[in-house]
């Protein structure tokens, strides 16, 4: 985690629905919260990207995932599984951002210590509600891990 508020904030999108991705690129835009949004259609790609595999070896290591559970292949509850059985990348905030509304959905994924669970909002005004929530919850963790 940086602690840098100057160095913009890296996040994974894990997101299959472009009018999602274009929206959810448009709330932060709009936000002008400093971040750079990289976006995964797909659970296998965003575990590549998480892995610096292949064409990612590069990758930054993001600051936060935002994750929906509905995905093509590999869903978001298999990603949310590894990213948090991974050393590497269990440290890594996951916010649930879906329009799943199965209980079940909502309970596996704080057994499988999801950091925010998040009902996907129908419209802009709730996308920026959200991304507020996302700012307020990405500087808490950076006070907490800026020693004392």
């Known amino acids: 985690m ?3 508020p100057a ?3 890296e996040i994974l999108l894990v997101e299959d629905d472009p009018g999602d991705v274009l929206i959810t690129r448009e709330a932060f835009a709009d936000h002008k919260l400093s971040n750079r949004l990289t976006v995964c259609s797909d659970g296998a790609d965003a575990l590549r990207l998480l892995r610096r595999e292949g ?4 990758a930054p290591r993001p600051d936060i995932i935002l994750l929906d559970l509905n995905l093509p292949g590999v ?3 298999t990603v949310l ?7 590497d ?3 890594i ?5 879906t329009a799943s509304t199965a209980e079940e959905d909502y309970l596996r994924s704080h057994r499988l210590m999801v950091d925010t669970y998040i009902a996907k909002p129908v419209d802009f005004a709730g996308l920026m509600h959200v991304v507020r929530r996302i700012e307020a919850f990405h500087v808490s963790v950076r006070r907490a891990a800026t020693p004392a």
Do not use: K, M, Q
Request: hydrophobic content about 45%; overall charge neutral; glycine content about 4%.
């Open 93 to 97: 905030p996951v916010v649930v951002l």
């Open 2 to 4: 940086r602690n840098d």
């Open 55 to 58: 064409p990612y070896a590069a």
């Open 7 to 9: 160095v913009p904030i």
């Open 81 to 87: 599984a590894e990213v948090r059985a991974d050393p």
């Open 89 to 91: 990348l269990s440290r």
């Open 75 to 77: 869903d978001g509850r």
